[in-house]
C-alpha cells in the first residue's frame, strides 16, 4: 500500500514539472517533439502531368494554371502579384516578371524588345 502511495505521489510531482517544459519548449521553439515534416515535391512532372490530364474542361485549358477558359489568351497568370499579362497578337500571352515600380513597366519593355530598339 505504501508502494502505490509513493508512486502516486511521485507521478504528481513528475506529471507537473513535465508539461512546465513542455510549455518553456514550445515557448521558446524547442525541438522536443518533432512533427512529421512533408515531403519535397518530386523534380519529375508526373504530378502535373496526373493534375493535366484529370482536369475536365470543355473550352481551353490553361497549361500552366489549369484554369477553363474560352480562349488562350484569356488565361490568368499563376503569380499574378509578381507577373504581368502580355497578349501579343494571334491570341497569345505571356507572363512575365513585373518589370519595376511603374504599372505596366513588363509590357513596355516587351513592345521596345519587339521593335529592336532594347
Same mark, same amino acid.
Given at each position: 500500500?505504501?508502494?502505490?502511495?509513493?508512486?502516486?505521489?511521485?507521478?504528481?510531482?513528475?506529471?507537473?514539472?513535465?508539461?512546465?517544459?513542455?510549455?518553456? /519548449? *514550445?515557448?521558446? %521553439? &524547442?525541438?522536443? @517533439?518533432?512533427?512529421?515534416?512533408p515531403q519535397n515535391m518530386g523534380s519529375d512532372s508526373a504530378w502535373f502531368q496526373q493534375q493535366y490530364e484529370g482536369a475536365h474542361c470543355d473550352?481551353? !485549358?490553361? =497549361?500552366?494554371?489549369?484554369?477553363?477558359? *474560352?480562349?488562350? @489568351? *484569356?488565361?490568368?497568370?499563376?503569380? =499574378?502579384?509578381? $507577373?504581368? +499579362?502580355? /497578349?501579343?497578337?494571334? %491570341?497569345?500571352?505571356?507572363?512575365?516578371? +513585373?518589370? &519595376?515600380? +511603374? /504599372? %505596366? $513597366?513588363?509590357?513596355?519593355?516587351? $513592345? !521596345?524588345?519587339? +521593335? %529592336?530598339?532594347?
Amino acid at each position: 500500500m505504501r508502494l502505490i502511495t509513493l508512486l502516486i505521489s511521485l507521478l504528481l510531482l513528475i506529471l507537473p514539472a513535465s508539461a512546465q517544459f513542455q510549455f518553456f /519548449e *514550445h515557448m521558446f %521553439g &524547442g525541438q522536443g @517533439h518533432q512533427q512529421a515534416q512533408p515531403q519535397n515535391m518530386g523534380s519529375d512532372s508526373a504530378w502535373f502531368q496526373q493534375q493535366y490530364e484529370g482536369a475536365h474542361c470543355d473550352k481551353y !485549358l490553361c =497549361p500552366h494554371t489549369l484554369s477553363c477558359v *474560352h480562349f488562350p @489568351h *484569356h488565361c490568368p497568370c499563376a503569380f =499574378p502579384a509578381v $507577373e504581368d +499579362k502580355v /497578349e501579343f497578337g494571334q %491570341g497569345s500571352m505571356a507572363c512575365v516578371s +513585373k518589370g &519595376g515600380f +511603374k /504599372e %505596366g $513597366e513588363a509590357a513596355r519593355k516587351i $513592345e !521596345l524588345a519587339r +521593335k %529592336g530598339l532594347i
